[in-house]
Protein backbone atom coordinates (compact mmCIF):
# COMPACT_ATOMS: atom_id res chain seq x y z
CA UNK A 1 0.00 0.00 0.00
CA UNK A 2 2.71 2.44 0.03
CA UNK A 3 2.45 5.35 -1.77
CA UNK A 4 3.89 8.92 -1.45
CA UNK A 5 1.13 11.58 -0.23
CA UNK A 6 1.91 15.78 -1.50
CA UNK A 7 0.14 17.04 1.91
CA UNK A 8 0.04 20.48 2.07
CA UNK A 9 -2.16 22.72 3.41
CA UNK A 10 -4.32 25.10 1.01
CA UNK A 11 -2.08 27.84 0.04
CA UNK A 12 -5.45 30.53 0.12
CA UNK A 13 -5.84 29.63 3.30
CA UNK A 14 -5.34 32.56 5.56
CA UNK A 15 -4.60 31.71 9.09
CA UNK A 16 -4.53 35.21 10.57
CA UNK A 17 -8.48 35.58 9.34
CA UNK A 18 -9.52 32.87 11.71
CA UNK A 19 -6.75 33.59 14.48
CA UNK A 20 -8.84 37.07 14.56
CA UNK A 21 -12.36 34.57 15.11
CA UNK A 22 -10.90 31.98 17.79
CA UNK A 23 -9.30 34.76 19.19
CA UNK A 24 -13.20 36.33 19.84
CA UNK A 25 -15.08 33.10 20.27
CA UNK A 26 -12.52 30.17 21.19
CA UNK A 27 -13.76 28.00 18.48
CA UNK A 28 -13.00 28.58 14.79
CA UNK A 29 -14.43 26.59 12.00
CA UNK A 30 -11.97 26.68 8.82
CA UNK A 31 -13.52 25.36 5.40
CA UNK A 32 -11.32 24.00 2.00
CA UNK A 33 -8.27 23.46 4.59
CA UNK A 34 -6.98 21.21 1.69
CA UNK A 35 -7.11 21.39 -1.98
CA UNK A 36 -10.18 19.22 -3.45
CA UNK A 37 -7.84 16.60 -4.66
CA UNK A 38 -5.98 16.06 -1.43
CA UNK A 39 -8.92 16.31 0.53
CA UNK A 40 -10.71 13.56 -1.18
CA UNK A 41 -7.71 11.23 -1.54
CA UNK A 42 -8.00 11.31 2.26
CA UNK A 43 -11.47 10.92 2.66
CA UNK A 44 -10.42 7.68 0.79
CA UNK A 45 -7.90 6.68 2.60
CA UNK A 46 -9.76 6.91 5.91
CA UNK A 47 -13.16 5.15 4.42
CA UNK A 48 -11.36 2.15 2.77
CA UNK A 49 -7.88 1.76 4.13
CA UNK A 50 -7.86 1.57 7.67
CA UNK A 51 -7.97 -1.65 10.24
CA UNK A 52 -10.37 0.02 13.15
CA UNK A 53 -10.55 -0.67 16.75
CA UNK A 54 -13.67 -0.06 18.65
CA UNK A 55 -12.64 1.78 21.55
CA UNK A 56 -14.59 1.96 24.87
CA UNK A 57 -13.95 2.39 28.37
CA UNK A 58 -14.69 -0.74 30.36
CA UNK A 59 -14.58 -0.92 34.63
CA UNK A 60 -11.43 -2.99 35.58
CA UNK A 61 -10.90 -2.49 39.50
CA UNK A 62 -7.00 -3.90 38.84
CA UNK A 63 -6.49 -1.09 36.36
CA UNK A 64 -5.49 2.74 37.42
CA UNK A 65 -8.27 4.24 38.67
CA UNK A 66 -10.55 1.10 38.08
CA UNK A 67 -11.09 1.00 34.53
CA UNK A 68 -9.60 0.73 31.32
CA UNK A 69 -9.59 1.77 27.58
CA UNK A 70 -10.91 -1.67 25.39
CA UNK A 71 -9.90 -1.26 21.63
CA UNK A 72 -11.09 -4.44 20.04
CA UNK A 73 -9.75 -5.19 16.25
CA UNK A 74 -12.78 -7.32 14.13
CA UNK A 75 -10.62 -10.15 14.41
CA UNK A 76 -10.64 -9.39 18.21
CA UNK A 77 -14.81 -9.07 18.22
CA UNK A 78 -15.07 -12.15 15.46
CA UNK A 79 -13.75 -13.88 18.28
CA UNK A 80 -15.50 -12.94 21.63
CA UNK A 81 -18.37 -14.06 19.17
CA UNK A 82 -21.88 -11.58 19.36
CA UNK A 83 -22.86 -12.73 23.09
CA UNK A 84 -19.62 -11.55 24.49
CA UNK A 85 -19.12 -8.35 22.44
CA UNK A 86 -23.21 -7.38 23.13
CA UNK A 87 -22.72 -7.58 26.83
CA UNK A 88 -19.65 -5.51 26.76
CA UNK A 89 -21.54 -2.50 24.57
CA UNK A 90 -24.48 -3.28 27.30
CA UNK A 91 -22.48 -2.31 30.13
CA UNK A 92 -20.71 0.56 27.82
CA UNK A 93 -24.64 1.78 27.62
CA UNK A 94 -24.88 1.39 30.99
CA UNK A 95 -22.60 3.77 32.11
CA UNK A 96 -23.45 6.24 29.30
CA UNK A 97 -27.03 6.53 30.97
CA UNK A 98 -25.01 8.02 33.99
CA UNK A 99 -23.13 10.74 31.56
CA UNK A 100 -19.98 8.74 31.36
CA UNK A 101 -18.59 6.96 28.00
CA UNK A 102 -17.92 6.86 24.86
CA UNK A 103 -18.11 4.18 22.09
CA UNK A 104 -16.33 4.42 18.31
CA UNK A 105 -14.04 2.98 15.72
CA UNK A 106 -10.31 4.27 16.25
CA UNK A 107 -7.30 4.17 14.38
CA UNK A 108 -4.36 5.58 16.97
CA UNK A 109 -2.28 7.28 14.19
CA UNK A 110 0.43 8.47 16.93
CA UNK A 111 0.48 4.83 18.75
CA UNK A 112 0.45 3.25 15.02
CA UNK A 113 3.49 5.57 13.61
CA UNK A 114 5.37 5.40 16.64
CA UNK A 115 5.33 1.52 17.26
CA UNK A 116 6.12 0.70 13.82
CA UNK A 117 2.26 -0.38 12.81
CA UNK A 118 1.59 -1.76 8.63
CA UNK A 119 4.49 -0.40 7.53
CA UNK A 120 3.96 1.48 4.20
CA UNK A 121 0.78 2.51 4.95
CA UNK A 122 -0.09 6.17 3.92
CA UNK A 123 -1.89 6.89 6.77
CA UNK A 124 1.59 7.40 8.20
CA UNK A 125 2.93 10.36 5.97
CA UNK A 126 -0.59 11.49 7.22
CA UNK A 127 0.57 12.05 10.62
CA UNK A 128 3.63 13.41 9.98
CA UNK A 129 2.03 16.03 8.31
CA UNK A 130 0.06 16.49 11.32
CA UNK A 131 3.11 17.08 13.27
CA UNK A 132 5.16 18.93 10.37
CA UNK A 133 6.14 22.33 11.21
CA UNK A 134 3.54 24.25 8.21
CA UNK A 135 0.48 22.26 10.59
CA UNK A 136 1.67 23.12 13.69
CA UNK A 137 2.19 26.74 12.95
CA UNK A 138 -0.94 26.87 11.63
CA UNK A 139 -2.36 25.33 15.38
CA UNK A 140 0.05 28.55 17.10
CA UNK A 141 -1.05 31.07 15.05
CA UNK A 142 -4.87 30.23 15.22
CA UNK A 143 -4.87 29.64 18.44
CA UNK A 144 -2.68 32.33 19.71
CA UNK A 145 -0.32 29.80 22.00
CA UNK A 146 3.19 31.20 22.44
CA UNK A 147 4.46 27.17 21.72
CA UNK A 148 3.28 24.54 19.99
CA UNK A 149 5.71 21.54 20.01
CA UNK A 150 3.28 18.47 18.32
CA UNK A 151 -0.26 16.88 17.48
CA UNK A 152 -2.22 14.40 18.72
CA UNK A 153 -4.04 12.14 16.05
CA UNK A 154 -6.62 9.38 16.10
CA UNK A 155 -8.64 8.91 13.14
CA UNK A 156 -12.40 8.21 14.32
CA UNK A 157 -15.41 6.27 12.47
CA UNK A 158 -18.70 7.14 14.16
CA UNK A 159 -21.32 4.41 12.91
CA UNK A 160 -24.63 3.68 14.04
CA UNK A 161 -24.83 3.99 18.09
CA UNK A 162 -21.81 5.63 18.18
CA UNK A 163 -21.26 8.44 20.87
CA UNK A 164 -18.88 10.70 23.37
CA UNK A 165 -20.93 11.82 26.51
CA UNK A 166 -20.07 15.31 27.71
CA UNK A 167 -16.88 16.01 29.08
CA UNK A 168 -13.72 18.17 29.63
CA UNK A 169 -10.77 17.56 27.80
CA UNK A 170 -8.14 16.86 30.98
CA UNK A 171 -4.25 18.13 30.12
CA UNK A 172 -6.06 22.03 29.16
CA UNK A 173 -3.90 24.72 31.43
CA UNK A 174 -1.00 21.95 30.94
CA UNK A 175 0.31 20.32 28.15
CA UNK A 176 -2.52 20.94 25.33
CA UNK A 177 -3.26 24.14 24.03
CA UNK A 178 -6.22 23.64 22.04
CA UNK A 179 -7.91 20.65 20.77
CA UNK A 180 -9.09 20.35 16.58
CA UNK A 181 -10.77 18.28 14.29
CA UNK A 182 -10.08 17.28 10.56
CA UNK A 183 -13.51 16.76 8.96
CA UNK A 184 -14.36 13.87 5.97
CA UNK A 185 -17.50 13.86 6.10
CA UNK A 186 -20.06 14.27 2.94
CA UNK A 187 -23.82 14.92 3.16
CA UNK A 188 -24.61 14.08 6.66
CA UNK A 189 -27.99 14.72 7.67
CA UNK A 190 -28.73 16.61 11.30
CA UNK A 191 -31.48 13.93 11.81
CA UNK A 192 -28.49 11.48 11.57
CA UNK A 193 -27.05 12.49 14.95
CA UNK A 194 -23.00 12.89 14.82
CA UNK A 195 -22.82 16.71 15.77
CA UNK A 196 -20.14 17.81 17.80
CA UNK A 197 -22.01 19.90 20.73
CA UNK A 198 -20.91 22.76 22.83
CA UNK A 199 -22.63 22.93 26.06
CA UNK A 200 -22.87 25.99 28.71
CA UNK A 201 -22.74 25.82 32.40
CA UNK A 202 -26.70 25.23 32.44
CA UNK A 203 -25.62 22.14 30.04
CA UNK A 204 -27.97 23.98 27.34
CA UNK A 205 -26.10 23.16 24.08
CA UNK A 206 -24.82 26.99 23.03
CA UNK A 207 -23.58 25.50 19.52
CA UNK A 208 -23.59 22.47 17.61
CA UNK A 209 -21.99 21.77 14.47
CA UNK A 210 -22.79 19.08 11.45
CA UNK A 211 -20.00 16.96 10.05
CA UNK A 212 -18.51 18.47 7.04
CA UNK A 213 -16.31 17.55 4.51
CA UNK A 214 -12.43 19.05 4.04
CA UNK A 215 -13.15 21.73 7.66
CA UNK A 216 -10.47 21.60 10.33
CA UNK A 217 -12.13 22.93 13.29
CA UNK A 218 -10.34 23.96 16.72
CA UNK A 219 -11.51 24.94 19.88
CA UNK A 220 -10.96 25.23 23.39
CA UNK A 221 -10.91 21.98 25.20
CA UNK A 222 -12.13 23.69 28.35
CA UNK A 223 -15.46 24.04 26.99
CA UNK A 224 -18.10 21.24 28.14
CA UNK A 225 -18.59 18.96 24.90
CA UNK A 226 -19.93 15.84 23.20
CA UNK A 227 -20.76 14.04 20.06
CA UNK A 228 -24.06 13.01 20.18
CA UNK A 229 -25.20 9.53 19.37
CA UNK A 230 -25.76 8.25 15.86
CA UNK A 231 -28.95 7.42 15.19
CA UNK A 232 -29.98 3.78 13.89
CA UNK A 233 -31.08 5.10 10.46
CA UNK A 234 -27.78 7.23 9.89
CA UNK A 235 -26.75 6.85 5.88
CA UNK A 236 -23.43 6.75 6.37
CA UNK A 237 -19.87 7.10 8.67
CA UNK A 238 -19.01 10.05 10.32
CA UNK A 239 -14.79 10.44 9.50
CA UNK A 240 -12.76 12.53 11.21
CA UNK A 241 -9.66 13.29 12.60
CA UNK A 242 -8.85 14.42 15.97
CA UNK A 243 -6.92 15.39 18.42
CA UNK A 244 -4.85 18.38 20.34
CA UNK A 245 -2.39 21.23 19.46
CA UNK A 246 0.17 20.23 22.34
CA UNK A 247 3.19 21.96 24.17
CA UNK A 248 5.30 19.12 25.78
CA UNK A 249 8.19 17.37 24.24
CA UNK A 250 8.05 15.66 20.26
CA UNK A 251 6.92 12.35 19.82
CA UNK A 252 10.04 9.64 19.15
CA UNK A 253 9.91 6.10 17.24
CA UNK A 254 10.74 3.04 18.13
Not at 162 to 189: C, M, P, S
Not at 214 to 226: K, T, Y
Amino acid sequence: MAETLELRLNPALDAQKWAEIYARDRLVRIPDVFEPALAEHIETLLARTLNWRLVFAEADPSAPGGERVSKLTQQDIAAMGRQAIGAKIGHVMERARDNYGYLYDSYPMIEAYTSGWDAGHPIHQLTEFINSPEFLELGKTVTGAPLVTKADAQATRYARGHFLTRHIDEGHDKERVAAYTLGFTRNWQPDWGGLLMLLDDNLDISRAFLPRFNVLSIFDGRRIHSVSAVSPFAGGARHQITGWFRNDPPYRTT
